[in-house]
């Protein structure tokens, strides 16, 4: 069993919509990382944090330790947002777990 | 510009033929990494390097092999690359090298698709 799981597996919004991605992990974390990887393939890291919340232009993620639980919310969102966001996390080791991440699509 | 290049971008190959994807990094950073993706089953970790002339297996190490005799440098070999070796590989690397209870940000080449017949 995947030790990350992401959800949607797939989302599809409309060009304004308020996006939220989600992401679960089972076992305690030093850090938690979302990355952005777009459909030519290259990956992006968005953030890394360890608690509370960051924000970086339209993009928020929020992390609860203690529910090991994070998720990465996108405003206002816009075609050129189209990816797959992965969640990975980093655990007692030097190794990041991946998860499978999420397609978002967003329509104009 | 601050980057991870990798070569080539996309190699089709037929089995059995050795070949090299190189990886280089202009950051001055000691850990490196390489990845495969597949669908369904995500990113997954091959071999690794702490720095230089220090490298380890990830996850998924067979049929492949790495070396480190430079900082900046990190090549992905397969010496006797097979169809279950078709894939999307990625580069990275981060400054300082993640140990327990410390990460640091990855930064990912533009990926490698191999295709092998």
């Known amino acids: 069993k995947n030790e990350v799981e992401q959800s949607p597996q797939n989302l599809t919004a409309q060009e304004g919509e308020f996006i939220t991605i989600n992401c679960s992990y089972s076992?305690?974390?030093?850090?938690l990382h979302w990355l952005q990887q777009h459909p030519g393939g290259g990956i992006v890291s968005l953030f890394m944090?360890?608690?509370g919340k960051k924000k970086h232009g339209r993009l928020i993620a929020t992390i609860n330790i203690q529910e090991k639980h994070s998720s990465l919310h996108i405003t206002a969102s816009h075609p050129r947002d189209s990816a797959v966001y992965i969640c990975?996390?980093?655990?007692?080791?030097?190794?990041?777990?991946f998860g499978k991440g999420t397609k978002l699509t967003v329509n104009p | 510009e601050a980057q991870v290049t990798q070569n080539p971008r996309y190699l089709i190959t037929v089995t059995g033929k050795k070949l090299t994807v190189t990886c280089s990094q202009n950051?001055?950073?000691?850990?490196m990494s390489w990845y495969r993706q597949d669908p369904g089953l995500g990113l997954r970790q091959i071999y690794y390097?702490?720095?230089?002339?220090?490298?380890d297996k990830g996850d998924v190490p067979e049929g492949y092999k790495v070396s480190r005799k430079e900082k900046r440098n990190f090549p992905l070999i397969l010496e006797s690359p097979s169809p279950n070796q078709t894939s999307l590989y990625f580069c990275?690397?981060?400054?300082?090298?993640?140990?327990?209870?410390?990460?640091?940000?990855?930064?990912f080449g533009d990926g490698t698709r191999l295709s092998i017949l």
């Open positions: 990275a690397s981060s400054s300082p090298p993640p140990r327990r209870g410390v990460s640091q940000p990855q930064h």
């Open positions: 950051m001055n950073h000691e850990y």
């Open positions: 076992v305690g974390i030093s850090a």
């Open positions: 990975a996390v980093q655990g007692g080791s030097e190794k990041l777990v």
């Open positions: 944090l360890s608690s």
């Open positions: 390097s702490m720095n230089v002339e220090v490298t």
